[in-house]
């Protein structure tokens, strides 16, 4: 099936306004991700949804993040009075989590760029 | 903690030769994963290749292969025969339990004819 796509892919906003970015996972894929990357770094984890269990937020930076997932299907991140810091790309990530395998592979979708003025 | 790191910000390989990149990693739990993404310039992240921590044979995957060091916790990409599509962002990365993955800092690749 197709896979992971996220809108919007490019995203400008000015300081202080809210943003709300979205995911829509592989049909099927029981756990999301989303991660940060800023310019020329690695993945920052953010959060982490699996079925309905309580999601991992360990990695949100403050409480201006926040995100939501329905189900098993779309998710959304949403920045609260977006700072210039925040200017990244915002990956979101899919997999068919497995109890106890760590080999389950993320399957990313192309993100979306965030530029805060 | 965990911890990935990649000392190599870039690496420069000609065509059709082979290159190694850099992975060490920090973990005081036994069970786990190591993965490989590559980055192209678009921004996908795609996956390469897969390590468990207890697997006895270092992974392939068509030219990719993993070279497993568990006591040295190094996990070195090894591309052989390089061609130009794999110029890319290369990222190391770990999962313990399950759930998120740690990634480290990546390796920008070039490769020239």
């Known amino acids: 099936g197709a896979g992971v796509s996220q809108s919007p892919s490019n995203k400008v906003t000015e300081k202080g306004k809210d943003v709300e970015l979205r995911c829509d996972p592989i049909s099927g894929h029981t756990a999301l991700y989303w991660y940060r990357q800023r310019l020329g770094q690695g993945l920052e984890f953010l959060i982490y949804f699996q079925g309905n269990s309580a999601p991992d937020k360990s990695g949100l930076p403050s409480d201006r993040f926040s995100a939501e997932r329905t189900g098993e299907s779309v998710s959304t991140l949403t920045i609260q009075r977006t700072q210039q810091e925040d200017s990244a790309v915002y990956l979101c990530?899919?997999?068919?989590?497995?109890?106890?395998?760590?080999?389950?592979?993320?399957?990313f979708g192309p993100g979306t760029r965030l530029l805060v003025l | 903690a965990q911890k990935i790191t990649q000392t190599q910000p870039g690496m420069f390989v000609q065509e059709k030769e082979a290159v190694t990149l850099d992975c060490t990693y920090d973990?005081?739990?036994?069970?786990?994963?190591l993965f490989w993404y590559k980055q192209p310039s678009s921004g996908e992240m795609i996956f390469l290749i897969y390590?468990?921590?207890?697997?006895?044979q270092n992974a392939t995957e068509g030219r990719y292969s993993l070279n497993f060091q568990k006591a040295r916790k190094s996990a070195n990409l090894v591309i052989s025969a390089s061609q130009l599509g794999d110029s890319a962002m290369y990222f190391c990365?770990?999962?313990?339990?399950?759930?998120?993955?740690?990634f480290g800092r990546g390796t920008q690749l070039t490769v020239w004819p």
């Open positions: 973990t005081s739990d036994p069970s786990y994963g």
């Open positions: 990530a899919s997999s068919y989590l497995a109890a106890g395998v760590l080999q389950e592979t993320q399957y």
């Open positions: 390590q468990g921590s207890y697997d006895q």
């Open positions: 990365a770990m999962r313990v339990n399950v759930g998120r993955l740690y």
